[in-house]
């Protein structure tokens, strides 16, 4: 792969006495949707928290585009151009949605062609623009949780598990937003146990068991062999 925007290599990292990660090595490419898959526990949400700085490696290089960000804050690593949408979602359940998203704006005042875009993906945003975000729904609260992601223009995108407990509905206006977002020019790496929405939407995939990264290749070659799912996580996905 030429020139990646995101590459992890060693990447170990310890999560007080456990040993979680046991050398990660990585690449995402540019402009596409690289998912993130394995077994529960396997280590896929540490590894988006660690590229994040949530978790600091014990070692090991993240380099991305082509820079050092292992041991940096997640405050700078955000400023370099990474939107982090996290398992929890991470809203501000007592501020509004406006206000939700003016404090992910960090660049600066929130221009409005992106806020249109936004709203375009999202329409309740609109709707729902004055109203505290704890009163949303759960499907609305992880729309806002990517539109937080998604109002400043960012070279990369990491999103954990986004279709967790969704409404089919939600997913499906989910999935178009980060269609566009692909199309928009940004890279995407995504944690998702939905399979059928991994099939739809990825590029690449690279599977973890154990810490470690165990197969890497493309999202189509991974969603046409069952006995490779098997193999490597355990079951043969569900793909209705």
Known sequence: MSDPILSLSGVKTDIGQYHILHGVDLEV???????????????KTTTLRSIM???????????????????????????RGLGFVPEDMGI???????????LAAISGPIRRDRLD???????????????????????QKQMLAIARAMIEKRGLYLIDEPSKGLAPAIIATMA????DLKADGASILMVEQNFSLARALGDRAAVMDDGRIVW?????????????????????????
């Open 176 to 179: 178009r937003a980060l269609r």
């Open 29 to 43: 490419p540019r402009g596409q949707v690289t998912m993130l898959l394995g077994r529960n526990g396997a280590g």
């Open 53 to 79: 700085g949530l978790w600091r490696p014990r070692t090991g290089s993240i380099r991305f585009d082509g820079a050092e960000i292992a041991g940096l804050a997640p405050p700078q690593i955000a400023r």
């Open 92 to 102: 501000f359940a007592d501020l509004t949605v406006e206000e939700n998203l003016i």
């Open 216 to 240: 890497t290749g493309g999202m189509a070659e991974l969603a046409a062999d069952p006995a490779l799912q098997e193999r490597l996580m355990g079951l043969k996905m569900e793909v209705a």
């Open 117 to 139: 875009w936004v709203f375009s993906a999202f329409p309740a945003l609109s709707t729902f623009w004055k109203m505290p975000a704890g009163n949303l729904s759960g499907g």
